[in-house]
């Protein structure tokens, strides 16, 4: 039974850089390269050599390690096909529903536009991960730069409905920012008092508060918890849609 072992490292400010390996197909992939010293410093640190980057978006944040990395590895970048003229060296464009081989593993791509036009997530079923960018964040979801509330929603509702147990990595630690907003619409949610309570507690040891899961986010993320009722009282939005609901918080946040 294959193995994926994955290393995540923080990166640039308040970025997570991200390694996966399979050891018996002898290949290693870098979700995003937010900074090439950064990602060859953890390569250096676990021994391992670099055959591919994964890419979820074309953010600088995101790929600005793209070309010095692939000139001194020679990996193959994969990457999103509805954004690919942003992306420095890409190799192979992939969209909704695409499905390829990571050594043992398949790995599973979905397009959550809304953040960037194409920004997409990398699900890997057998190995219960998936690497969501900066379209969810812990107890957040990226900001709607170019897309629509609307396709924001389908894109974190996807994150939402993958497997409960789905171990979710993320492109930033913004979780107590995030946490203190979500607090500020449902009040009442004791499982999110507690997980305030619980990264404030992290970060006050400079520790990481991701990966995430899926059901922690259903627990506690206000962008995906839009059907509770006291999210929705608090906004006036008793009978909105979720897309309504959701791009009210969305407003919300933008303003706290
Ligand atoms: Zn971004
Ligand atoms: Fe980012």
Redesign the pocket.
């Known amino acids: 039974m294959a193995n994926l072992e994955i290393h995540q490292f923080p990166c640039l400010s308040d970025?997570y850089g991200v390694l996966l390996r399979d050891a018996d197909a002898g290949i290693v992939a870098s979700i995003d390269a937010p900074d090439a010293a950064a990602v060859e410093a953890a390569l250096k640190d676990k021994g391992w050599t670099l055959t591919h980057i994964l890419v979820t978006h074309h953010?600088w944040?995101?790929t600005q390690g793209n070309e010095a990395l692939k000139a001194a590895t020679g990996c193959t970048i994969i990457g999103p096909q509805g954004e690919a003229d942003k992306v420095p060296g890409i190799d192979t464009k992939v969209g909704e529903g695409d499905t390829f081989k990571f050594g043992g593993f398949d790995v599973e791509v979905s397009e959550t536009p809304g953040h960037t036009a194409g920004h997409i997530v990398y699900h890997v079923p057998a190995a219960k991960a998936a690497f969501v960018g900066?379209t969810l964040f812990a107890m957040g979801c990226g900001r709607v730069i170019e897309g629509t509330m609307e396709q924001m929603w389908g894109g974190v509702e996807k994150v939402a409905k993958l497997p409960p147990e789905t171990v979710l990595y993320c492109?930033?630690e913004y979780t107590v920012a995030n946490a203190e907003f979500a607090i500020s619409v449902e009040p009442g949610n004791e499982a999110l008092q507690k997980r305030l309570t619980e990264v404030k507690a992290l970060r006050a040891e400079a520790k990481p508060t991701l990966p995430t899961t899926v059901a922690k986010e259903l627990a506690t993320n206000p962008f995906i918890r839009v059907d509770s009722p006291e999210i929705r009282a608090n906004l006036g939005l008793q009978n909105a849609s979720d897309a309504d609901v959701f791009a009210e918080v969305r407003t919300r946040k933008n303003n706290f």
């Open positions: 970025n953010h944040d995101h900066d492109g930033h």
